[in-house]
């Protein structure tokens, strides 16, 4: 069983800047998919920005595009999967996810039920 272990996250002011961080327990992504998804109250889930399967394709959603960054780096013999998230609108604020999966499609992507494993989830909030 893959394990996600979020950090960072917290409150910030607007147009400020934070990184979320995800650690897991797998020593490559070259075929796992890796993404952030954020849930705001009453709100579905939402994708932010995912690497594909194979190739390490990175995409985002439209209304962070620009602003908020993911990258992947080794940590040890471990992968960690990074967040950095710039330009922070109250709008962003919400509970925010890593979520894995070994069986994710490039066209399943930003589908929340296309992922196995999540992080535990941390709160971002965005004050005005």
């Known amino acids: 069983q893959v394990q996600l272990v979020q950090s960072g996250g917290g409150l910030v002011q607007a147009g400020g800047s934070l990184r979320l961080s995800c650690a897991t327990s797998?020593?490559?992504?070259?075929?796992?998919?890796v993404a952030w998804f954020r849930q705001a109250p009453g709100k579905e889930r939402e994708f932010v920005a995912g690497f594909s399967r194979t190739g390490g394709y990175s995409s985002y959603a439209d209304s962070v595009k620009d602003r908020f960054s993911i990258s992947k780096a080794k940590d040890g013999d471990k992968m960690t999967v990074y967040l950095q998230m710039n330009g922070l609108k109250p709008e962003d604020t919400a509970v925010y996810y890593c979520?894995?999966?070994?069986?994710?499609?490039?066209?399943?992507?930003?589908?929340?039920?296309?992922?196995?494993?999540w992080g535990q989830g941390t709160q971002v909030t965005v004050s005005s």
């Open positions: 797998i020593r490559t992504f070259s075929s796992y998919a």
């Open positions: 979520a894995g999966g070994a069986r994710v499609i490039t066209s399943a992507q930003r589908r929340a039920d296309a992922y196995d494993n």
